[in-house]
């Protein structure tokens, strides 16, 4: 078994390295991350970085080869949310100037699918503010799921918040594939980000979505002023799940939220939190979301050797870059995008 202890120098100083490679074979041969390995991913020396993602790129090609999945998203219903996440534009403790408004209504949200497949999306994910959806909210949601299966070759995921049995099962009558409710940390921290809602509650939201039969996709938030230690929980965690979809987003530290000060990450953290992610999820769609552009900057290209999914276009509040720099980025690498209906 190799060592996961961080990188030191021999007697003659030149650098002993973790054998990443070697612990890709084990994950590859269904071998689960440990908290211990975790850790030393996160905390491994920057020079080692590129062993690193090669070694997280083979476990990617195994399962999604040199495929990237793109996702175009609708803000379907922003601000005037009643919870208290420290991190989100949206909150009640938010002043961030933001577009708040009512859940859009049917044609605005078919209008975001066609949005979605001209920007060469197979999923599309629709989002609305707030702690839970409301009757005649979650109906209305449903009345769009249906034109759109008609009438788009699209998968849809739902992000409505905390869902009952119930709701979860309404949502998988009207065609809809996937729901996202984002876990964002490790339960330890959870309390330092939110008081509304508990982190339980989240928990009870992804079972009542995997009873109704549809696929989950959870993932969470890095840069919070969390510990490495709730990181490696986090992706232990949605590994324990097996999550069909795990999008990581980078803290953007958006004016007038309570987190608007912290700015803790490095292009390299980011990368290794993605190659984690990877080792610790094999199968699952690894998706670099809200602050790619931000936070990895040039080095974005880099992430995809770990992730194989991105957003297209926009976030909920925040800009995304241009999607002609996406299908650049994606094309030089030798990459391909793929919508829902490919292999």
């Known amino acids: 078994m190799p060592s996961m202890t961080p990188a030191k120098c021999s007697p003659q100083g030149s650098p002993v390295h973790t054998d990443w490679h070697r612990l890709a074979t084990r994950v590859l041969e269904g071998h689960r991350l440990s908290a211990e ?19 997280a790129y083979r476990v990617r090609h195994r399962w999604f080869g040199n495929r990237v999945h793109l996702n175009f998203l609708i803000n379907a219903k922003s601000g005037a949310c009643g919870e ?11 002043k961030a100037e933001i577009p708040r408004y009512a859940l859009v209504d049917e044609e605005e949200i078919l209008a975001g699918a ?5 920007r060469r999306s197979g999923t599309y994910c629709i989002v609305a503010s707030g702690r839970r959806p409301g009757a005649s909210e979650l109906e209305r949601i449903c009345a769009a799921v249906r034109r759109i299966k008609r009438e788009l070759p699209l998968k849809i995921c739902v992000s409505p918040g905390l869902l009952t049995g119930e709701q979860a099962e309404q949502l998988k009558q009207c065609g809809v594939d996937r ?16 008081s509304t809602h508990t982190y339980q509650e989240r928990l009870d939201t992804l079972r009542a979505a995997r009873r109704a039969g549809l696929e989950i996709c959870s993932g ?26 795990l999008p990581i987003n980078f803290l953007i530290p958006i004016p007038g939220t309570p987190l608007a000060g912290v700015r803790r990450l490095t292009p390299r953290y980011c990368l290794k939190v993605l190659a984690l992610m990877r080792l610790a999820n094999p199968r699952t769609e690894l998706r670099i979301a809200a602050g ?36 650049q980025m ?14």
């Open 84 to 94: 208290d996440c420290g991190y989100c534009s949206q909150s009640r403790v938010s």
């Open 330 to 343: 994606i094309a030089e690498l030798g990459f391909e995008a793929v919508t829902e209906g490919q292999a």
């Open 179 to 194: 729901v996202n409710h984002n876990l964002n940390t490790s339960e330890r921290f959870y309390p330092r980000i939110c």
């Open 220 to 245: 969470g938030i890095v840069g919070m002023g969390e510990e490495d230690a709730d990181v490696v929980d986090l992706a232990l965690r949605l590994g324990e799940w097996a999550v069909e979809a």
């Open 292 to 327: 790619r552009e931000l936070h990895l900057g040039k080095l974005q290209p880099l992430g995809l050797y770990a992730a194989n999914s991105i957003f297209v276009g926009d976030y909920l509040t925040t800009k995304g870059q241009a999607p002609e720099d996406d299908y």
């Open 37 to 55: 390995e975790g850790l030393a991913i996160l905390r491994s020396p920057d020079e080692e970085l590129l062993d690193l993602l090669a070694a």
């Open 114 to 118: 066609r949005m979605a497949v001209a």
